[in-house]
Antibody, heavy 118, light 108 residues
């Protein structure tokens, strides 16, 4: 059973930073690509970022490029999302998810809430 | 990036069949996945490669594709199927994951 638990969310002012974490149960974490997906209140799902199993490949949606950095520490079974220069429009529930077959996202955490407000 | 469109809502009577569509340019050539999200819960993958059900997903759920439209069908809809449903594809140029806007299914 894959378990993913996000943490690190909170209320911050525009321009500030937050670092999200996603703790994974000891499934084949080191062999799994990982994603961050966000969902603004009352809105749909938006893919944010992807990291390959070894961390060499990273990718971001256009709106967060240059502000967010995805990383992982496989020895600690943990995924991270460093979010800098936060904007009001970054406010959302942030989910981590595993990369599945055919580009799907096959296991999801319950999310951590980020609120950016002055 | 690619744009994927879904109807905002679908309503069916319990026991009937719900059909939720997902359209966009070249959907016919893309791999489509479907997710169910109940209120207050994380998304759940319910259909893989457009027509393969992951383990644990009821046989009432099926998927198909015709032309530039993918369809998630739910037979004999139950109150417990009420949720938001999202389709997802890979962007043709970047491999970014692209979600449709979601469809709210209501069992009248």
């Amino acid at each position: 059973q894959v378990q993913l638990v996000e943490s690190g969310g909170g209320v911050v002012q525009p321009g500030r930073s937050l670092r999200l974490s996603c703790a994974a149960s000891r499934f084949r974490f080191m062999m799994s690509g990982m994603h961050w997906v966000r969902q603004a209140p009352g809105k749909g799902l938006e893919w944010v970022s992807f990291i390959s199993p070894g961390g060499a490949k990273k990718d971001y949606t256009e709106s967060v490029k240059g502000r967010f950095i995805i990383s992982r520490q496989n020895t600690r079974y943990t995924l991270y999302l460093q979010m800098d220069s936060l904007r009001v429009e970054d406010s959302a529930l942030y989910y981590c998810a595993t990369d599945g077959e055919g580009g799907s996202l096959d296991n999801w955490g319950r999310g951590t809430l980020v609120s950016v407000s002055s | 990036s690619d744009v994927v469109t879904q109807p905002p809502s679908v309503s069916v009577a319990p026991g009937e069949t719900a059909r939720i569509t997902c359209g966009g340019d070249n959907i016919g050539s893309k791999t489509v996945h479907w997710y169910q999200q109940k209120p207050g819960q994380a998304p759940l993958l319910v259909m893989l490669y457009g027509s393969d059900r992951p383990s644990g997903i009821p046989e009432r759920f099926s998927g198909s594709k015709s032309g530039n439209t993918a369809t998630l069908s739910i037979n004999k809809v139950e109150a417990g199927d009420e949720a938001d449903y999202y389709c997802q594809v890979l962007d043709s140029r970047s491999d970014h994951r692209v979600f449709g806007g979601g469809t709210k299914l209501t069992a009248l």
